[in-house]
């Protein structure tokens, strides 16, 4: 089975860089993705990660370390709009399944 | 209408009522995904439809029974509901030819309140 952990609860203040974290304990994935939820509302998705390494998306970014299960989401230059909920998630390769993680709520602060 | 759409976005309901919650598709993907949000647990992936066959139920209750009546549209019958089935559902759809997309479109949710 698949499990992957976060950090419940980030802060930071306008116009720095956060990191977010996602460790997983898994028997095999296709690749990593991230989804961003705000407040009431729907979660949408912002990467995926296939292969090792980093993506980058204009001010977000994303990383994959298959050897090390573990990934990340770098968020620059952060706007008060960045606060919400950020969920990576794995598909699994024996279910097929998209797996989320536990989720980080981020709140970016003037 | 473009993207997921998700009605009613509110709901309260008694453990004796019957409801339904519907979601529209409106990119024309050929998978569709109900799931389950509670507070502070991620999200639970309750049932699949791919091509209008259900490909996976995920030990969901009998008091949850979806229907899938074409690859646009997507609905969760609810019935006897407990109190913790109160959480925000969540249709999302993908195309995808096996059923978990990396690349998921979400609707708004439906919160449902079960008193």
């Known amino acids: 089975g698949q499990s992957l952990e976060q950090p419940s609860e980030v802060t930071a203040v306008e116009g720095a860089i956060v990191q977010i974290n996602c460790t997983y304990q898994t028997s095999g994935f296709y690749g990593l993705s991230w989804y961003q939820q705000h407040d009431g509302g729907a979660p949408t998705f912002l990467s995926y990660n296939a292969l090792d390494g980093l993506e980058e998306t204009g001010r977000f970014s994303s990383f994959l370390s298959r050897s090390d299960s573990y990934g990340y989401l770098l968020l620059q230059e952060l706007q008060m709009k960045d606060s919400a909920s950020y969920f990576c998630a794995v598909r699994d390769q024996d279910t097929d399944k998209l797996i989320f993680g536990t989720g980080t709520r981020l709140q970016v602060f003037p | ?115």
């Open chain 2, 1 to 115: 209408e473009t993207g997921v759409t998700q009605t009613p976005r509110h709901l309260v309901m008694g453990m004796t009522n019957k409801k339904s919650l519907k979601c529209e598709q409106h990119l024309g993907h050929n998978a569709m995904y109900w799931y389950k949000q509670s507070a502070k647990k991620p999200l639970e992936l309750m049932f699949v439809y791919n091509f209008k066959e259900q490909t996976e139920n995920n030990s969901v209750p009998s008091r949850f029974s979806p229907e899938c009546p074409n690859s646009s549209h997507l609905f969760l019958h609810l019935h006897t509901l407990q109190p913790e089935d109160s959480a925000l559902y969540l249709c999302a759809s993908s195309q995808d030819g096996q059923g978990g997309s990396y690349e998921q479109y979400f609707g708004p949710g439906t919160r449902l309140t079960v008193t």
